[in-house]
């Protein structure tokens, strides 16, 4: 497809398992981010993989959480032994390198993530 | 500390009518503004841009405007239509990077008939 596609739209899961979401970037794009949006909030920035460059891991809350990308294709996401917290909206987005151009990030329609 | 803050959670407007959202920033190295529109169930949609060298950028029915000496941006959309009605988004990002963004809480706007 044309978009960002992400997978499951949604998942629901008991607390203490562990989870993987799936990230399929729009073709060529070689930027890769994870958001997450809680309810009433704005997104938040978790991880960004550009090309081979090592991923800038800053936003992640916890160990619990871990990405991985290889080359410029697909993204998982994986949270382990999830908590209550961990529910909300994760949103993956893509963007071309463009040198000198500020491009803006194309989103998926996010994975809805409920722990019970 | 929020960076990138909206103050309005919601904003209602007539039909025809000009819509107003307005986001404020405390980061001077923002160099690089976005709005995104999101609906239900959906991810966020890119709606228009502006760089920090810029203080409007319009594209059909809305428009950008960037203060930097008071560290704020407004969306301007004219006429509103029903289908306007969204959350909107504003997001910046700090220079020299495709680094991540640093959105906002949002805006609901209603656009009544």
């Known amino acids: 497809g044309a978009g960002v596609s992400q997978s499951p739209s949604n998942k629901v899961t008991e607390k203490g398992k562990d989870v993987e979401l799936r990230c399929d970037p729009i073709?060529?794009?070689?930027?890769l981010y994870w958001y997450r949006q809680r309810l009433g909030q704005g997104l938040e920035f978790l991880i960004y993989?550009?090309?081979?460059?090592?991923?800038?891991k800053s936003g992640l809350p916890s160990d619990r959480f871990s990405a991985e990308r290889t080359g410029e294709s697909v993204s998982t996401l994986t949270i382990q032994r999830t908590q209550q917290e961990d529910s909300a909206v994760y949103l993956c987005?893509?963007?071309?390198?463009?040198?000198?151009?500020?491009?803006?990030?194309?989103f998926g329609d996010g994975t809805r993530l409920s722990i019970l | 500390d929020q960076q990138v803050k909206q103050n309005s959670p919601s904003l209602s407007v007539q039909e025809g009518r000009i819509s107003i959202l307005n986001c404020d920033y405390t980061?001077?190295?923002?160099?690089?503004f976005l709005w995104y529109k999101k609906y239900p169930a959906e991810g966020p949609t890119f709606l228009i841009s502006?760089?920090?060298?810029?203080d409007k950028n319009e594209d059909g029915r809305f428009t950008v405007f960037l203060n930097k000496s008071a560290k704020h941006l407004s969306l301007h959309i004219v006429p509103s239509q029903p289908g306007d009605s969204a959350v909107y988004f504003c997001?910046?990002?700090?220079?020299?990077?495709?680094?991540?963004?640093?959105f906002g809480k949002g805006t609901k706007l209603s656009v009544k008939p």
């Open positions: 987005a893509s963007s071309p390198l463009t040198a000198g151009i500020n491009q803006p990030q194309h």
């Open positions: 073709s060529g794009h070689t930027a």
């Open positions: 993989f550009q090309g081979n460059s090592a991923p800038d």
């Open positions: 980061n001077s190295m923002f160099d690089y």
């Open positions: 502006i760089s920090s060298i810029k």
């Open positions: 997001a910046a990002r700090t220079g020299g990077s495709q680094g991540n963004l640093i």
